[in-house]
């Protein structure tokens, strides 16, 4: 091993990946590990991928953007200690919300039937129209009948009282349907408004 | 006291003969240039295995400090296999942290003052940037970099909470990673 900047047999990405995830075995992990220990090259995108993950970790533990994730991923953050306000939203239903300053994160329950459903796509329904947001090909877990969407806690503290809907499409071969429509009607809390 | 070896920026070698033969006096340039190239990559080793950026540090600081006390000491015999040296010495601290058996105060006390300050990678701290990009991604890709590195989770145990396989989280892992490094280092924007 050296600390040239350039490096014979360069370990490749995935393996960086892989072996920061903790998923090689342990011979690869120590290989992987002798090596980078003696190589400036690898090292530092090791340091990279490093870099990286925790502007993820900083940016997913501050709800610092909008996000589908499962019902799992919400206990972890619950276990974490992260205050999380849930809302459940029945099909074709609405809900009456708000967020104070002490919540972590807001994430809502689209119940949905989502057998048979190959591709889903979730609409952000802005009001008086002002507009849609659509995200494509979101993930699910059809037997787990709904999905799970994360708000930035930050923008939805800067909410005037609004009305907004989010909705969830089925697309299949070029021809979509809509599975459901859900309400949000957005209070700001007493604390928020201060 | 031998003629020191210069520095070339290709040989870890040099580094440990030199802070070896230095003994009983100190190669104090030398020994800087051994923590200055190692330090940053046993903070990586104790980030990976002991997730905390603390305890990374703790880590750091004993390895170098171990590291240079073998050198001092002639312990390594081959000095061509130094990283193989720091290796060993990244897992057995890992296992007395791990352990509660940590010796770092007897280091310090005595080899403190051969370790100097060591700049160490700080995160990205744009992280508007990162935030702007992640929102770039399809969803599944933000998704997946999310719940994955949230808490480094691997991909068996993500792709059953997301009902995918784990060749699928990865295959999405890795277009998502690469996308996101191509935005933030401007390449996409």
């Known amino acids: ?194 | 006291m031998p003629v020191a070896d210069p520095i070339t920026p290709t040989d870890d070698a040099v580094l440990a003969r030199r802070v070896a033969q230095a003994s009983p006096e100190t190669d104090h340039e030398a020994e800087a240039e051994l923590c200055r190239r190692f330090a940053p990559r046993v903070r990586l080793y104790g980030l990976r295995h002991l997730r905390d950026e603390a305890a990374a540090a703790d880590l750091m600081q004993q390895v170098i400090l171990m590291t240079l006390e073998r050198l001092r000491a002639g312990a390594l015999r081959e000095p061509e296999r130094l990283a193989s040296f720091v290796f060993g010495m990244c897992r057995m601290v890992v296992l007395d942290l791990r352990r509660g058996t940590a010796r770092r105060e007897s280091l310090l006390e005595t080899y403190g003052d051969a370790l100097l300050p060591v700049e160490t990678p700080q995160p990205d701290p744009d992280h508007e940037r990162l935030a702007h990009c992640l929102e770039r991604l399809p969803e599944r890709e933000r998704t997946i970099l999310m719940m994955s590195f949230y808490d480094d989770m691997p991909a068996e145990a993500l792709a059953r909470e997301l009902s995918l396989s784990p060749a699928n989280v990865r295959v999405i892992r890795h277009r998502g990673l690469e996308r996101l490094r191509g935005c933030v280092t401007g390449g996409d924007s």
């Open chain 1, 1 to 194: 091993m050296n600390t040239s900047s350039s490096c014979q047999s360069p370990l490749d990405w995935r393996t960086l990946v892989a072996y920061w995830l903790g998923e090689l075995d342990p011979d690869s992990e120590a290989r992987t590990e002798e090596h980078y220990l003696g190589c400036a090259q690898c090292s530092r995108r090791l340091e990279e991928l490093a870099s990286l993950a925790q502007g993820i970790r900083a940016l997913t533990r501050a709800s610092g953007v909008n996000a589908v994730i499962s019902e799992a991923f919400v206990q972890r953050l619950v276990e974490h200690g992260l205050q999380v306000r849930e809302y459940r939203v029945p099909l074709n239903g609405s809900v009456n919300c708000t967020v104070a300053p002490e919540d972590d994160f807001v994430v809502s329950r689209l119940e949905a039937p989502l057998a048979g459903v190959t591709r889903l796509d979730l609409v952000y329904v802005y009001p008086e129209g002002a507009g849609e947001m659509r995200y494509e090909d979101i993930p699910f877990a059809a037997a787990s009948g709904g999905v799970v969407v994360s708000t930035p806690i930050d923008t939805v503290l800067a909410l005037p009282t609004i009305t907004l809907q989010m909705r969830l499409l089925a697309v299949d071969n070029g021809s979509e349907r809509v599975i459901g429509e859900y309400t949000f009607n957005h209070t700001p809390s007493e604390q928020a408004k201060d």
